[in-house]
């Protein structure tokens, strides 16, 4: 905070005055949302409701934390992850990978005060919800970093390799601390990740945690944040052995299941672009609702159901009864909508803009919607998960 200090005295008395009123009005803020998230808190825990809550691995570049902590970060890098088959939505992704603009840790910085930044981090998480998950745990171990902001993608989009290195004075985009391309490597990033793991979960105490592990990960995450207690992500049509898909009751218990999250098209779009409107990514949501039919338990074709009489009670049957220890539906999933939170690597103006379309009264007025959230409760009761 000295840096933040310096800063602010040396500006002139009104614009001191200026901000130290807009540093009033936001605490006030803060201070009111922090008391009513308590007041929800307890409200749930006396209906005998968890709460979970969402902790990011990166902050903003333009962040406080950035701006009081400047050492603790490498703003030269701009965190995000490399290019992989399945987000197809963005040429820039496909091409480089998502570059989030998020500045790298220096990790050795941060040891240096045992972590101290990340120890109250969780603690405020910690204090509001009975759960959280960690966006992009893969962080840990390691992140893949870009030698330029997202402001200038477009400028590398059509850029082959040696011409990208010619503008970055020979910089490129790459893992750090290090890449999992050698198993002394790969020792190392569990390590690493490991340490830093232990951290959160110290702090956590009794709050469950829950590691968002999916994309390209390597091989021996997952078996590492099982070690620690730490549940992650299964997505049926994803969950594949030997090129079949991984039944329900094969899950390991420390898990979550649900078909998609924020960065995925919801099952109703999928089965929109499916079947009702032909478009360029049609045959990957066939190949899609195809692995989430056979999850489910289908024989017969795709061509051959309703989807509110046949498919959507049998995928959220199959969901509620894997042995995951969470079976998480999101609320497009729920309510069968087809609007979607984010595309990853991408700054579109719909990203994390979008609310419910209706409100609960006008939902719970829906005869539709009645039975379809008796429906799912029914779904819960059979598969003990009331």
């Known amino acids: ?25 936001f605490c006030y803020v803060q201070w009111i949302a922090y008391r009513q998230w308590h007041e929800i808190k307890s409200y749930a825990e006396s209906r005998d409701i968890a709460l979970a809550g969402d902790i990011p691995f990166g902050v903003s570049y333009h962040s406080a934390d950035v701006f009081t902590r400047r050492d603790e970060f490498m703003l030269e890098w701009s965190g995000g992850a490399p290019p992989e088959p399945y987000f197809k939505d963005d040429a820039f992704v496909q091409k480089w990978g ?8 220096c990790w050795e910085k941060m040891r240096a005060n045992n972590f101290a930044w990340w120890r109250e981090r969780v603690r405020a998480v910690r204090s509001v919800f009975h759960l959280f998950r960690i966006d992009h745990v893969l962080g840990f171990y390691r992140i893949y970093a870009f ?9 590398f989009l059509p850029l082959d390799w040696n011409q990208m290195l010619q503008q970055t004075d020979g910089r490129a985009p790459h893992f750090i601390p ?19 793991l232990r951290i959160v979960l110290e702090e956590a105490g009794s709050t469950c945690v829950i590691g968002e592990d999916l994309g390209m990960v390597p091989d021996y995450m997952r078996p590492d944040l099982r070690s620690l207690g730490i549940a992650g992500f299964k997505i049926p049509q994803w ?12 899950y390991e218990r420390l898990s979550v299941a649900t078909y998609a999250t924020h960065d995925h098209k919801p099952v109703r779009a999928l ?42 009670p049998a995928i959220m049957e199959a ?49 539709k919607e009645q039975q379809r959230m008796r429906l799912v409760h029914d779904l819960m009761v059979k ?3 009331v």
């Not at 998502?98 to 840790?105: E, L, R, T």
């Not at 195809?290 to 489910?296: E, G, H, Q, R, S």
């Not at 309510?335 to 979008?354: D, Q």
Request: hydrophobic residues 35%; glycine residues 4%.
């Open 239 to 250: 969950e594949l052995r030997d090129g079949t898909i991984v039944p329900g009751d094969k």
């Open 319 to 367: 969901l509620f009864k894997s042995e995951s220890w969470l079976a998480i539906v999101m609320i497009t999933d729920l309510l069968a909508r087809t609007y979607r939170f984010n595309v990853p690597g991408t700054k579109a103006n719909l990203n994390w803009t979008r609310r419910m379309q209706r409100s609960v009264a006008q939902l719970r007025a829906s005869r």
């Open 147 to 155: 030698p330029w902001r997202p402001r200038k993608n477009n400028h």
């Open 383 to 385: 598969t003990g998960r």
């Open 98 to 105: 998502q570059n989030w603009g998020i500045p790298v840790y």
């Open 1 to 25: 905070m000295e840096r933040a200090r310096n800063w602010l005295s040396d500006l002139p008395h009104d614009r001191q005055n200026a901000i130290n009123d807009r540093q009033k009005f």
């Open 271 to 312: 089965w929109e672009e499916a079947f009702q409107h032909s478009t360029a990514t049609s045959e990957q949501s066939r190949f899609d609702l195809a692995k989430i039919a056979a999850f489910a338990g289908f024989e017969r074709t795709m061509e051959s159901f309703d989807f509110e009489k046949d498919f959507y």
């Open 178 to 196: 290090r890449d999992d391309q050698s198993q002394e490597n790969c020792e190392a990033n569990k390590r690493d990740g490991e340490e830093y």
